[in-house]
């Protein structure tokens, strides 16, 4: 899969991978993970996120074959492999997420913040941290001054491991400490429901933030979706 050493949170890459997808799903409301003999393929039932294809083994020829096959609209392919590995076994179609990373943290209580609804130590001048969970899933949502949006996070718990997903801070309230305060509250509610491994895909925008904060890189982590009568290129991830 890649030459990384594995994070010693985990026996493997593969385990780490695994718990991604199972905690991705409850994230999501996705469909339960299928096996397949190159890892795993989960339904979103998304117009614009149908399947994706996780390739724990991800070869040359397994990513040239599962491209050809895979060659749909809305179906994403993902392998713990670097982006310019993978560019040149794709077909005309595939358009990569740009570089990414799966990345893991030891889980525990920080102090000063909680996850209720109000300011709470470490929540800017003039925002508001909202929080509510469902189906085990806590989702944050911070209010900028005028009501609108300014950031978002959400963390699915799956016993030991806690996927942190959805990690998103508008432009225009960037460097004020919001990403850091999703990030603190969303690890302490996810050990507060029992886990103490957090496991997340970060991206460019995301990684120095999640390094800063004691993560580190398991694997590296290409994404590419298919879009019809395209070439090859790059989009924003989803």
């Known amino acids: 899969m890649t030459s990384r050493a594995p994070s010693p949170l985990f026996g493997s890459t593969a385990?780490?991978?695994?718990?991604?997808?199972?905690?991705?799903?409850?994230?999501?409301?996705?469909?339960?993970?299928?096996?397949?003999?190159?890892?795993?393929?989960v339904d979103a039932g998304l117009p614009h996120h149908a399947t994706r294809h996780v390739m724990t083994d991800a070869d040359e020829a397994t990513v040239r074959k599962l491209a050809a096959v895979y060659a749909a609209p809305a179906v994403s392919l993902k392998m713990f492999l670097e982006p310019e590995t993978v560019a040149p076994w794709l077909g005309p179609g595939w358009r990569t997420d740009g570089?990414?990373?799966?990345?893991?943290?030891?889980?525990?209580?920080?102090?000063?913040?909680?996850t209720g609804t109000g300011t709470g130590t470490g929540t800017p001048e003039g925002y508001t941290l909202k929080s509510w969970r469902r189906g085990g899933v806590t989702r944050l949502f911070v209010a900028a001054p005028d009501g609108g949006f300014a950031a978002r996070g959400q963390v699915a718990p799956t016993g030991r491991t806690a996927v942190v997903d959805q990690v998103e801070t508008a432009p225009a309230h960037r460097r004020k400490g919001l990403g850091a305060l999703l990030m603190r509250t969303l690890q302490n509610a996810a050990y507060e429901q029992g886990a103490t491994v957090g496991i997340l895909g970060a991206t460019t925008d995301g990684r120095g933030l999640y390094e800063s904060l004691?993560?580190?890189?398991c694997a590296p982590l290409t994404g590419v979706t298919y879009a019809a009568g395209a070439g090859r290129g790059t989009r924003a991830p989803a």
């Open 99 to 114: 570089p990414g990373w799966l990345m893991t943290a030891p889980l525990r209580p920080l102090p000063g913040t909680g």
């Open 15 to 41: 385990d780490a991978v695994r718990a991604w997808v199972d905690g991705w799903v409850v994230s999501r409301g996705a469909a339960d993970p299928v096996p397949r003999p190159w890892g795993l393929t």
């Open 214 to 217: 004691g993560w580190q890189v």
